[in-house]
């Protein structure tokens, strides 16, 4: 038990896989699990995040499962509403299909597709304003942690997007996922205790820019796996996991969203 009141999340981020018969296999292993040792949702939210195009049917497989498990957009486009915005969606569109989450300065939209800060700021103000639930994702490249600056950067990028979230977004709609960029998707992990160093600092850094600081969950990507998931959820200040690889296969995502769900029985 992590003596923490925050009900940690698990989240997959499909990225840009799988065929849609492999994911919606993928679906169905995973309402099996579910099914056969349920996980509580007082005890881990859980959430998929599958390619635009697949949402709504991700959606409706996932309506049968024994409990909710929430699609989430992987991506939000920087424009509100509708209009003249060639293969653009957005928040008011997202949420039209009822897809209430969305993740929001994934380092690879941050590094290969432009997002800027203010960019992100655009796509965080109408993401917000439609309601929606975001997954700010934070984190350092290597060589900005070898140079000692792991901690300086994300919590600057942390303040980049302060201006546009209102105290009451903080507090209801807000979830961060710190990301070492070194980590994603390279087999290699932040040491739970290096993990939960920098999640503190963010906690700290949080409770300085709002009252809902303590409350926030602070999720930890980088090649989370169930071996390592354990640990991971051990620590106080790691309320659940973005998993990118692990994701795709049925049975890792359920010992990770497992793993996670123990901390709090
Ligand atoms: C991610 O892309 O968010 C991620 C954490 O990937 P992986 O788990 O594969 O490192």
């Given at each position: 038990m992590s003596g923490s009141t925050i009900i940690p999340w698990v989240v997959g981020n499909?990225?840009?896989?799988?065929?849609q018969s492999t994911a919606i296999q993928l679906v169905q292993q995973f309402k099996d699990l579910l099914k056969q040792q349920p996980i509580s949702e007082q005890h881990c939210h859980i959430g998929v995040a599958p390619i635009s195009i697949a949402l709504t049917r991700i959606q409706s497989e996932l309506a049968s499962a024994n409990r909710a498990v929430a699609t989430v957009a992987q991506d939000v486009s920087r424009?509100?509403?509708?209009?003249?915005?060639?293969g653009e969606v957005s928040a008011d569109l997202l949420t039209d299909s009822q897809i209430q989450y969305v993740l929001i300065g994934h380092s690879e939209r941050r590094e290969?597709?432009?997002?800027?800060v203010e960019i992100l700021k655009q796509k965080m103000t109408h993401a917000l304003q439609a309601g929606m639930t975001v997954i700010y994702c934070v984190g350092e490249s290597l060589e900005q942690r070898e140079q000692g600056q792991a901690e300086q950067v994300v919590l600057q990028q942390i303040c980049d997007i302060a201006s546009v979230v209102s105290a009451e977004q903080w507090q209801s709609q807000i979830v961060i996922a710190y990301e070492p960029i070194w980590a994603i998707g390279t087999g290699r992990t932040a040491s739970p205790e290096d993990a939960q160093a920098i999640h503190a600092k963010i906690r700290e850094g949080l409770c300085q820019i709002t009252p809902a600081g303590a409350q926030i969950a602070l999720l930890y990507g980088g090649s989370v796996k169930p071996e390592n998931a354990v640990e991971l959820a051990a620590c106080a200040d790691i309320n659940g996991a973005l998993v990118?690889?692990?994701?795709?296969?049925a049975e890792s995502f359920y010992q990770i969203a497992q793993a996670f769900a123990q901390t709090q029985q």
């Amino acid at each position: 038990m992590s003596g923490s009141t925050i009900i940690p999340w698990v989240v997959g981020n499909w990225k840009m896989n799988p065929q849609q018969s492999t994911a919606i296999q993928l679906v169905q292993q995973f309402k099996d699990l579910l099914k056969q040792q349920p996980i509580s949702e007082q005890h881990c939210h859980i959430g998929v995040a599958p390619i635009s195009i697949a949402l709504t049917r991700i959606q409706s497989e996932l309506a049968s499962a024994n409990r909710a498990v929430a699609t989430v957009a992987q991506d939000v486009s920087r424009f509100a509403g509708t209009g003249a915005y060639t293969g653009e969606v957005s928040a008011d569109l997202l949420t039209d299909s009822q897809i209430q989450y969305v993740l929001i300065g994934h380092s690879e939209r941050r590094e290969l597709l432009g997002d800027q800060v203010e960019i992100l700021k655009q796509k965080m103000t109408h993401a917000l304003q439609a309601g929606m639930t975001v997954i700010y994702c934070v984190g350092e490249s290597l060589e900005q942690r070898e140079q000692g600056q792991a901690e300086q950067v994300v919590l600057q990028q942390i303040c980049d997007i302060a201006s546009v979230v209102s105290a009451e977004q903080w507090q209801s709609q807000i979830v961060i996922a710190y990301e070492p960029i070194w980590a994603i998707g390279t087999g290699r992990t932040a040491s739970p205790e290096d993990a939960q160093a920098i999640h503190a600092k963010i906690r700290e850094g949080l409770c300085q820019i709002t009252p809902a600081g303590a409350q926030i969950a602070l999720l930890y990507g980088g090649s989370v796996k169930p071996e390592n998931a354990v640990e991971l959820a051990a620590c106080a200040d790691i309320n659940g996991a973005l998993v990118g690889g692990a994701s795709l296969n049925a049975e890792s995502f359920y010992q990770i969203a497992q793993a996670f769900a123990q901390t709090q029985q």
